[in-house]
């Protein structure tokens, strides 16, 4: 394995790391594309100015927009270690990150992992994408917008990911947090990248009231790790 890849071998499933080799090289091909794209907001990222996420939605349908591998390997060791058998994901796209989700759901013994995905194309092709890693059966990929779709959800939650345009990250965070029990993780993607943008959702998670010890650890950029204590 190259570099990047050799941490993928964490991931004991030969079917499952083969189709997770093929999709990081496809959403690592995009890359240079998708800076182009976002180019003319680079000053907003920079100085901390909110980005028009709304204008620019259109521009992101048929990306990958996925964590990377250092993240997804993350998210299967957090989810082994703490025996997760459900798992709610904000923003699927295509489906990297729910391989590494049901991965670890399935290597705990069985359960459920709740994502949710706007755009109905991309949300078919990641039912493709995890029918290839045989996994499929365990996930539900519910489509439409996360604030409406995760309102009803399992009596308890061990973990989320939120991977979302920002917009949506602490309205939809806020419906699952209720049913998170305690030492339920949060992994947060771009909380760094894009940070005017999320000033609200760290401020959100950092306040004692609402039950969670969070901090900021240098993956892929800026990758927030949360823990419900109450």
């Given amino acids: 394995m190259t570099p990047s890849n050799s941490i993928l071998e964490a991931i004991g499933d030969d079917r499952a790391r ?3 080799l093929d999709l990081h090289a496809r959403a690592d ?3 240079p594309g998708r800076l182009w794209r976002l180019l003319g907001q680079i000053p907003r990222l920079v100085v901390g100015r909110t980005v028009p996420w709304a204008a620019l939605s259109n ?3 048929d990306q990958y927009l996925c964590i990377d ?7 299967y060791l957090l989810a082994r270690a703490i025996g997760a058998r459900s798992i709610v994901e904000l923003g699927t796209s295509f489906g990297i990150s729910t ?3 049901a ?6 013994g069985g359960g459920r992992v709740i994502g949710t995905e706007l755009v109905s194309s991309k949300a078919e092709r990641a039912r493709e994408h995890l029918h290839q890693a045989g996994l499929l059966d365990l996930v539900e990929i519910r489509e439409g917008d996360a604030t409406e779709t995760l309102r009803e959800l399992p009596e ?3 973990m989320v990911l939120c991977d979302v345009f920002p917009p949506v990250m602490l309205p939809g965070l806020r419906l699952v947090a209720p049913r998170m029990r305690r030492g339920a993780v949060v992994v947060s993607d771009n909380v760094n990248a894009v940070w005017g943008d999320h000033r609200d959702f760290l401020a959100w998670l950092h306040d004692p ?3 969670f010890r969070s901090a900021m650890f240098p993956v892929n950029g800026g990758t927030e790790l949360s823990i419900k204590v109450a």
Avoid: H, K
Wanted: with cysteine; aromatic share 6%; charged share 25%.
């Fill in 18 to 20: 083969s189709v997770l």
């Fill in 99 to 101: 391989i590494y989700l």
């Fill in 59 to 61: 521009l992101f349908r």
């Fill in 29 to 31: 091909r995009e890359g």
């Fill in 103 to 108: 991965l670890a759901v399935r290597d705990n």
């Fill in 209 to 211: 009231v609402n039950g």
């Fill in 69 to 75: 591998r250092s993240q997804g390997v993350l998210c």
């Fill in 156 to 158: 308890s939650v061990d």
